[in-house]
């Protein structure tokens, strides 16, 4: 579970982080009334259908930001006499992961009381509905509290903070199911917010919100993200305060080993997520004959690569290369719902061999010409083909969305080929994190 650093939107499926948001519990109830009050009913008796006005977007209003402190600004004294810059550098470290820790928690009530509660009293979704989308986020809040108040317990009466690696050490593992349960059901809350975005009434009650001050600008999934984005900070913030910490300072080893655990456990978490997200898309999977049916797919627990890309034809393809099995499908509509019809004969990765294709590339076997119109020059092309022998020879050429996506592609499916060649592939078994 890595964090993504790309600047823009990938068609390639790989795996943000939040700043600040309003404190007070108060106010975030306020916002919630404020919101339904601007809701308009057709009639007073209780309907199962409730009517908004139509959306029209507000004045520009300044967004909601929350105050920015450094730990010097929260202590008295000239602390530059009687502390160093690197004791000075460890405390705002160590300051800057506690109002971290602050702000989620601000966020976690704000999703609560302003999108849920209110979604709830408008008639938007159904209990089943509200439970998908927000899954087991309530039971993480009083984790977090929990965790900020063992921290502030542990600040002195001058300010400083001289121990947080054992607080770590002993919340890190509490908190593990928890996170296993949420994070794994975000791809099931995804899919479900994305479909009810298409209704009226909750698209425009979730534009209200997007353009009122207190959400800086972001929407509902931004603030659903923020407890996984939360963890995978844990590592880079520990080792940060690991770096301005002294040799022989008492709480070095406990950070060593708190980081080992953040690590250890971001990798259970992500483990498991991706479990989920295998049975997802596998369970969406629609055979056009019983050949297609390959008895590896039902046995895949990690999802590498998936994305869409096209074929010879023009044809958009959505893409899964599971950890043994590469799967290619196309996107139908089935009674309203949304399935991946698999296209060809799945190749096992033990069968499977990928070719970079130069631009403009035009060969016999998987050729592109005649494939897209106006003679265009074909450009991110690769050929995935079964070894000689394997499969009778199945080959397709495919062209990625850019150069990038098609370089991500490429080492997805040569890193697949190895690990399979050298037999290490992913121990299945789960990790201890302690």
């Not at 300072?249 to 990798?267: F, W």
Request: proline share 3%.
């Amino acid at each position: 579970m890595k964090e993504s650093g790309t600047r823009r939107a990938r068609s390639l499926v790989k795996g943000t982080s939040l700043v600040s948001l309003l404190s007070p519990v108060s106010s975030v109830k306020k916002v919630g009334h404020a919101l339904q009050r601007s809701m308009s009913f057709r009639n007073t008796t209780p309907s199962p259908s409730v009517t908004i006005k139509p959306y029209s977007k507000p004045q520009a209003t300044p967004t909601k930001r929350r105050d920015s402190r450094l730990w010097s600004e929260t202590v008295q004294g000239n602390i530059n006499e009687v502390m160093t810059k690197r004791q000075i550098k460890r405390q705002e470290a160590i300051f800057e992961l506690l109002q971290g820790e602050q702000d989620m928690t601000d966020d976690l009530k704000l999703i609560m009381k302003t999108y849920r509660d209110s979604m709830r009293s408008l008639q938007m979704l159904n209990e089943q509905e509200l439970n998908t989308i927000f899954g087991t986020l309530e039971t993480l809040t009083p984790l977090h509290e929990e965790l900020i108040d063992k921290l502030r317990l542990q600040r002195n009466q001058d300010g400083t903070t001289d121990v947080i690696g054992k607080i770590f050490l002993e919340w890190l593992p509490t908190v593990l199911d928890t996170y296993i349960t949420y994070c794994s059901n975000q791809l099931a809350a995804k899919t479900l917010l994305d479909e009810k975005k298409q209704t009226k009434q909750v698209d425009d009650f979730l534009q209200r919100c997007r353009e009122s001050p207190f959400s800086r600008k972001l929407d509902l999934w931004n603030f659903l993200d923020v407890p996984r984005s939360r963890l995978v900070k844990y590592p880079l913030l520990l080792k940060n305060i690991l770096m301005l910490t002294p040799g022989d300072h008492e709480d070095r080893q406990s950070l060593v080993e708190a980081i080992k655990v953040a690590e250890n456990m971001i990798k259970v978490v992500d483990r498991r997520t991706g479990e989920t997200k295998c049975l997802h898309y596998i369970n969406s999977f629609e055979y056009l004959d019983d050949k297609q049916r390959h008895p590896l797919i039902n046995e895949q627990k990690v999802l590498l690569c998936g994305g869409l890309l096209k074929n010879n034809k023009g044809m958009k393809l959505h893409v899964f290369l599971f950890e043994e099995i590469l799967v290619m499908t196309r996107m139908v509509t089935r009674n309203g719902n949304k399935v991946y019809q698999v296209h060809r004969q799945p190749i096992p990765v033990d069968q499977l061999d990928v070719e970079d294709l130069s631009d403009g590339t035009v060969k016999s076997s998987g050729s592109f010409r005649g494939a897209f119109t106006n003679n265009q020059t074909y450009k991110h092309t690769l050929r995935v083909h079964t070894l000689n022998g394997n499969g009778g020879g199945q080959s397709c050429s495919l062209q990625a969305n850019d150069e990038h996506d098609k370089k991500q592609w490429l080492l997805q499916l040569r890193s697949a080929i190895n690990s399979m060649e050298n037999g290490n592939t992913t121990d299945m078994t789960m990790q201890s994190i302690v």
